[in-house]
């Protein structure tokens, strides 16, 4: 091996920086899972009926099933029986109704991940909603974007508060039945956010959802449902983290966006749950189900996501584009380093007329990590002068590691134009020996072709998430030099 | 300046510098020629840091420092600049990003403050004219889709920015035009001063046209064979490198 195939490895040993555990007194339910779990659960969230009967349909039907082994993973089967579906932290029966009542170890926790939940600190122009382990914590400018008719609130909250909506479209995108892990969130989810833009409203501003795990031994099965009414307009984020641990912990979500004629969802995603350590201990399992119905005529949804943390993850942001003329993106950067195995990529239904979609989607590995990009290009006989264009480019990093591309393409309609392409390339020793030579050192030099390599995913991110996006790809990337 | 004492440079076990002796003083201009396979690149290569090669004896002494013990980046902050014989391109890198940190890492390494924003596209803009460049190539990603010529003006851009004391050209006129030979030409006479100093390493008299060698060294198999003024240089024109390697062979 070569003086600087050396440095690059080297480059790999980073430290993850939100690896610290709060120390809280927590109600978590032993771990374990059957109906009385769910009976439990329904009920500690003080949930209406049809939830519970939805949740008990999920389950049975999620006992039928079997864990998926096509994507290209590999880890040891899930105990089940040995996870805690519920832990929240200890609180007055209705939940705070101010920040001075939520504990403040919680508040410093946020505020050490970087997200002050005091709404005097935040950024304007961001709301938050906060979800800490299995409960949404707190939520931000409630007031203000309540003015303007938008609904941002935890799903447990939208369920006592808006049933109707609620009842309206859960599992409408993503039903039960959907897949394996898609029924068990539905069986067990606890919280995540829920989002109602009413017709002909621009969210005033952007809106987000920081999940974070503390509790060890727990699942976090968030479900998060976005919908936007006829001509709205919301920009949504999120972003995760989770402490250190030996054990991997498993996040199995469930996301569904329904834009209706003439609305734009934007949903930007920043991953950066922990990934295991170099030798490929501990880390999350990140098994999600992200899926946006683009209902309406004329709709867009548009994913962008950063996935740089997590042991394994296993996700396929996709749009059904139903209405006439809708449109769907995916820009997607996925890192992968150390042991770390990423399965990812996404899925295109072309229903409608003249839908197009765009999928640009670049996989980074390094170290002894496995990226794969796996989309599914699908054309029905009634999408009349659909078009799609893919691209899809691997980079490695170092000589250990692997890229693999499995593009699914189905047309059924003549007047399709469905475009595909795709490179795979190295960092070479001569980028780095020029890049040195001009002053770099070896880890600037990496971080500033990985960052060139990913920039046109990088322009589609809002403003400052592009900037966090650049300073975690350098930092997921530190150590891998020199 | 630069004093090379008897260096020998391996390559996989095989010697291919075989005791290089040089002495280069500020302000000068060497010409390092010789036939392809003599260890021009290599000397280069080695000068500049790059990996593969394996010092078996010799020094460098560069400022006064053990420039041998120095990795890349830490010779390119103290001075040393290579402009490449095949530059390499960097997608998705922006010319002129590349250029602000490239030149920071140099300015932090003098504990110099980042350069202002506005005084570094001032500057830019006024190498660039220099080059007679199009100021669109500031803006593409490095050396991406250049043709050759505008490959090599760019290395040389480079040298103007971040302004090295050592600047060494690895063929430089390589795949030029006689246009943008003059060109790049007219941008390292540009660059000539009292305290910087060049090593031109080149197979061709021609660039030797256009920028005026104080000293001509010729490289044969591995060693200085024959060292004089700028007047070498049309000998070897007029009669070959072989005479020498002969000559050489003779002694």
């Known amino acids: 091996m070569s003086a600087s195939t050396q440095e690059i490895n080297n480059l790999i040993n980073q430290e993850y920086k939100q690896g610290f555990v709060t120390e809280l007194e927590t109600d978590t339910f032993p771990i374990g899972l059957d109906e009385d779990v769910i009976h439990r659960l329904s009920k500690v969230k003080n949930e209406p009926e049809f939830m519970l009967e939805y949740r008990l349909k999920a389950f049975r039907h999620w006992q039928t099933m079997k864990s998926p082994e096509w994507a290209f993973v590999k880890f040891d089967p899930i105990d089940y029986q040995a996870i805690s579906y519920y832990s929240a932290p200890k609180r007055k029966e209705d939940g705070p109704k101010s920040l001075d009542e939520i504990d403040p170890q919680v508040l410093e926790a946020y505020k050490k991940l970087g997200i002050p939940l005091d709404e005097q600190e935040r950024l304007a122009g961001i709301a938050v909603d906060a979800v800490f382990d299995s409960v949404s914590v707190a939520t931000t400018f409630k007031g203000k974007l309540k003015d303007a008719g938008v609904i941002f609130c935890p799903i447990s909250e939208a369920l006592r508060e808006h049933p109707e909506l609620i009842k309206q479209y859960l599992g409408t995108v993503v039903p039960h039945t959907d897949n394996y892990f898609a029924a068990l969130n539905a069986a067990v989810f606890t919280d995540g956010s829920f989002v109602y833009i009413p017709k002909g409203v621009r969210c005033p501003m952007e809106l987000s959802t920081y999940f974070r795990i503390n509790a060890a031994n727990t699942g976090q099965f968030e479900r998060t449902l976005i919908i936007a009414d006829e001509g709205s307009h919301v920009s949504y984020l999120e972003g995760c983290t989770a402490p250190m641990r030996d054990e991997n912990q498993l996040h199995a979500a469930v996301v569904e966006l329904v834009a209706m004629k003439d609305a734009t969802i934007k949903y930007s995603t920043v991953q950066n749950w922990y990934p295991g350590d170099k030798n490929g201990l501990g880390g999350i399992y990140n098994f999600v189900t992200k899926r946006a119905d683009c209902r309406g005529e004329n709709s867009k949804v548009s994913w962008t996501q950063v996935e740089t943390g997590s042991a394994i993850t296993w996700k396929y942001p996709s749009c059904v584009l139903t209405g006439d003329n809708s449109i769907g993106e995916f820009y997607s950067v996925a890192l992968t380093n150390n042991y770390q195995q990423a399965d990812t990529g996404t899925k295109m239904i072309h229903i409608g007329k003249n839908t197009r979609s765009t999928i640009i989607s670049k996989g980074i590995s390094a170290g002894h990590a496995q990226n794969t990009y796996r989309g599914l290009v699908k054309v029905l006989k009634s999408a009349s002068g659909a078009r799609n264009y893919t691209q899809c480019d691997s980079l490695l990093v170092g000589d250990q590691c692997g890229a693999h591309t499995f593009p699914y393409i189905e047309v059924k309609q003549p007047s399709a134009q469905v475009e595909h392409e795709a490179t795979t390339s190295k960092i070479s020793e001569d980028q780095l020996f020029f890049c040195q030579q001009r002053g770099l050192s070896a880890e600037d030099a990496v971080s500033m072709i990985v960052n060139g390599f990913c920039k046109e995913v990088f322009k589609e991110l809002p403003m400052e998430f592009a900037v966090e996006a650049q300073a975690l790809l350098g930092l997921s990337l530190e150590g891998s030099v020199g | ?251």
């Open chain 2, 1 to 251: 300046m630069l004093s090379i004492k008897n260096l020998t440079v391996n390559v996989n076990d095989k010697q291919i510098l075989k005791g290089i002796n040089l002495e280069i003083k500020p302000g000068e201009i060497h010409a390092i020629m010789g036939p392809n396979g003599s260890g021009k690149s290599t000397l280069s290569h080695i000068l500049s840091g790059k990996a593969g090669y394996t010092v078996t004896g010799g020094s460098v002494t560069y400022q006064g420092k053990d420039l041998l013990e120095m990795a890349p980046e830490i010779r390119a902050r103290e001075g040393v600049f290579l402009a490449f014989q095949y530059p390499v391109e960097i997608p998705g890198v922006s010319n002129i990003y590349l250029l602000k940190a490239a030149l920071n890492s140099i300015r932090k390494h003098h504990s110099q403050p980042e350069v202002d924003a506005m005084d570094f596209l001032t500057l830019i803009k006024d190498k660039v004219r220099l080059l007679e460049m199009d100021e669109k190539f500031l803006y593409r990603a490095v050396n991406e889709g250049f043709s050759g010529g505008e490959k090599k003006r760019n290395e040389i851009l480079q040298m103007a920015i971040l302004e090295p004391k050592l600047c060494i050209l690895d063929e430089t006129d390589s795949g030029l035009d006689i246009d943008a030979l003059k060109v790049v030409a007219e941008g390292v006479n540009s660059l000539r001063a009292a305290d910087r100093s060049f090593v031109m390493v080149t197979h061709y008299q021609r660039l030797l046209d256009y920028i005026k060698p104080d000293f001509v060294h010729v490289l044969a198999n591995g060693q200085i064979v024959k060292s004089g003024g700028a007047e070498l240089a049309l000998e070897l024109e007029e009669k070959g490198y072989s005479w020498l390697e002969d000559s050489k062979a003779a002694i």
